[in-house]
T-cell receptor, first 114, second 113 residues
Framework: RKEVEQDPGPFNVPEGATVAFNCTYS??????FFWYRQDCRKEPKLLMS???SGNEDGRFTAQLNRASQYISLLIRDSKLSDSATYLC???????????????FGTGTLLAVQP | DVKVTQSSRYLVKRTGEKVFLECVQD?????MFWYRQDPGLGLRLIYF???????EKGDIPEGYSVSREKKERFSLILESASTNQTSMYLC????????????FGPGTRLLVL
């Protein structure tokens, strides 16, 4: 079983749609969770951290379910510029580790259509 | 703004050549990482370093070595390049702590012929 699993997509949605991505992780000791965005042929960039209580940043909402080891990202009112690959990222080491090693999912491709 | 730079965006090498990929960060980060990214496999950690002259193997260190002589610079070395090392190589850095995110350089696309 992969340490971080995501639906690879692609998700083809019209502008203005709401789209949700899901991710599961296998290490119950993980403490930090993130969503990264990667544009075609570019480096990954942090989109948002994911907190236990859930958090929102504009049109983006991230949620964490520790019991189910499940993370989600909701994008409302999709824009053409949201087209990218979204990577689910989980830290590998228990809190207190010297280095925050991250495990990256293989990503979910989103294509927003005009 | 965090800046991570990599020495080359594109590189073409021949099988058996020694290849050096350089990464520099300007945020005084303790931790630096080298990943490779391949279609369908995602990012895989090759090596990381949590301090000058300190290094640890990641998930796929075979065929690679690293060097960190200065805090801001982390080099990845392919001792004898092989065709299966054709990939996108990404360097990242982070400050200490389990909740700190990583910042990536633009990547180096390496083609080994």
């Amino acid at each position: 079983r992969k340490e971080v699993e995501q639906d690879p997509g692609p998700f083809n949605v019209p502008e203005g749609a709401t789209v949700a991505f899901n991710c599961t992780y296998s290490n119950s000791a993980s403490q930090s969770f993130f969503w990264y965005r990667q544009d075609c042929r570019k480096e990954p960039k942090l989109l948002m951290s994911v907190y236990s209580s859930g958090n929102e940043d504009g049109r983006f909402t991230a949620q964490l379910n520790r019991a189910s080891q499940y993370i989600s990202l909701l994008i409302r009112d999709s824009k053409l510029s949201d087209s990218a690959t979204y990577l689910c990222v989980v830290n590998k080491d228990r809190y207190g580790g010297a280095t925050n090693k991250l495990i990256f999912g293989t990503g979910t491709l989103l294509a927003v259509q005009p | 703004d965090v800046k991570v730079t990599q020495s080359s965006r594109y590189l073409v090498k021949r099988t058996g050549e020694k290849v050096f990929l350089e990464c520099v960060q300007d945020m005084d980060h303790e931790n630096m990482f080298w990943y490779r990214q391949d279609p369908g496999l995602g990012l895989r950690l090759i090596y990381f370093s949590y301090d000058v002259k300190m290094k640890e193997k990641g998930d796929i260190p075979e065929g690679y070595s690293v060097s960190r002589e200065k805090k801001e610079r982390f080099s990845l070395i392919l001792e004898s390049a092989s065709t299966n090392q054709t990939s996108m190589y990404l360097c990242a850095s982070s400050s200490g702590g389990p909740h700190e995110t990583q910042y990536f350089g633009p990547g180096t696309r390496l083609l080994v012929l």
